[in-house]
């Protein structure tokens, strides 16, 4: 059947007012004020504290935390806005390269809008090993935007949370932990912090200073027995004797504890939305060492460096002094989506690409390790 279109008067009248809208404009434009537009808006201005960017930064001073730990507290160069348990990349320059590195962020919220950030840091890999050693007062870094979605969410969360740290892990959680005692955040906070001797633990003066009705802190050594301490690992049992009722549980370690608790929270049958894991940077792989041909394009230049079958590929860009993005460095963020040319690979961890960038043949260059001679696409840092 043929369709009629019939023509309809309102739509005639909308041609009346399309005709006389440069008039109806005019008319507007000649009535308005004649003062010049402000310099800066409020809402510009709140955005800068939301979101700052890369800013510079300086590292006031060093805290030996542990025989492998250390903390690096900085002052920025404006104040910034973050939620307890987030992290921020750390950067700075290192011969020719640019390395930057996301670590949780173990000081208060509040200290942060008066430009005081601190990252506890253990030594290992390329770029904290370098702090370790490095690290002193005066030196310059860059620290980015704070990330992350590994903090309190009040309309998902319980208002009971049950904090599960190992060994550095508890970084999010001391930062958790002052943002309760200071009134920033408001939800019950009980940490089962696990690690191997009393030696290991870091923060303990600190936590049990913060100790209250809403803050509770349990330690359990795997290898020493001692009075007032639990002894094992972070187990179900161990958190029915101290939780109870509903609970948001929040995991920050080693994958091998992620894979442990995973299966001892079977038995609490909680939703998804009630368990997190931040996520850990991808370090090295154990494989025979083999030494490729990496081509990267950025922009209209091409450079040619060694990869290594051990290094993430974002590594070996940055060891051949390549100014690259960088950020979660465990595949999540996807800030580091490279375009694959050709080449053989194998991601670190699980694949957390979008269907589509597998499909097309986009990498995230901060878990891939390469397999072969290969040819990426990176964008500009």
């Not at 998902?156 to 060994?167: F, I, N, P």
């Not at 007032?228 to 920050?252: N, P, Q, W």
């Not at 230049?301 to 290594?308: D, H, L, V, W």
């Amino acid at each position: 059947m043929e369709f009629q279109f019939k023509r309809q008067i309102f739509g005639f009248m909308d041609l009346l007012r399309f005709k006389n809208m440069v008039k109806v404009r005019r008319k507007h434009l000649a009535a308005g004020s004649d003062r010049a537009l402000p310099a800066s808006y409020k809402v510009n201005e709140t955005a800068k504290i939301l979101h700052p960017g890369y800013m510079n930064a300086s590292l006031v001073r060093v805290e030996q935390n542990s025989a492998d730990t250390k903390t690096y507290i900085l002052e920025t160069e404006q104040p910034f806005y973050f939620r307890a348990g987030q992290y921020a990349t750390l950067g700075c320059r290192i011969g020719d390269s640019e390395v930057a590195r996301p670590y949780a962020i173990s000081s208060a919220p509040r200290e942060a809008l008066n430009k005081t950030v601190a990252f506890t840091v253990k030594k290992c890999g390329f770029f904290s090993g370098y702090l370790f050693d490095n690290a002193k007062a005066g030196d310059r870094f860059v620290v980015g935007d704070p990330s992350g979605t590994f903090h309190y969410e009040g309309i998902k969360d319980s208002r009971r949370v049950t904090a599960l740290a190992g060994g550095s892990g508890i970084t999010p959680f001391y930062s958790m932990a002052q943002a309760v005692a200071d009134g920033t955040e408001d939800f019950e906070l009980t940490i089962l912090y696990g690690a191997k001797t009393e030696a290991d633990l870091v923060f303990k003066a600190e936590l049990d200073t913060l100790k209250s009705p809403k803050i509770k802190v349990v330690y359990v050594l795997s290898d020493e027995t001692k009075e007032g301490y639990e002894h094992g690992f972070l187990s179900a049992d161990l958190i029915r004797k101290y939780i109870s009722g509903d609970f948001t549980v929040m995991m920050c370690g080693p994958e091998a504890m992620y894979a442990f608790l995973d299966k001892e929270l079977l038995a609490f049958n909680l939703p998804p939305r009630r368990i997190k894991k931040e996520a850990n940077c991808i370090g090295n792989r154990d494989v025979k060492d083999a030494v490729f041909n990496l081509t990267v394009h950025i922009g209209d230049k091409e450079f040619t460096i060694p990869a290594s079958a051990n290094e993430t590929v974002l590594t070996s860009m940055e060891r051949a002094g390549l100014n690259v993005p960088s950020k979660c460095r465990a595949g999540g963020c996807g800030f580091c989506h490279s375009k694959l040319i050709n080449g053989q690979f194998t991601i670190g961890g699980s694949d957390k690409r979008r269907l589509a960038d597998s499909k097309f043949g986009y990498i995230h260059p901060c878990c891939t390790y390469p397999d072969s001679d290969m040819s990426i696409i990176v964008p500009k840092a």
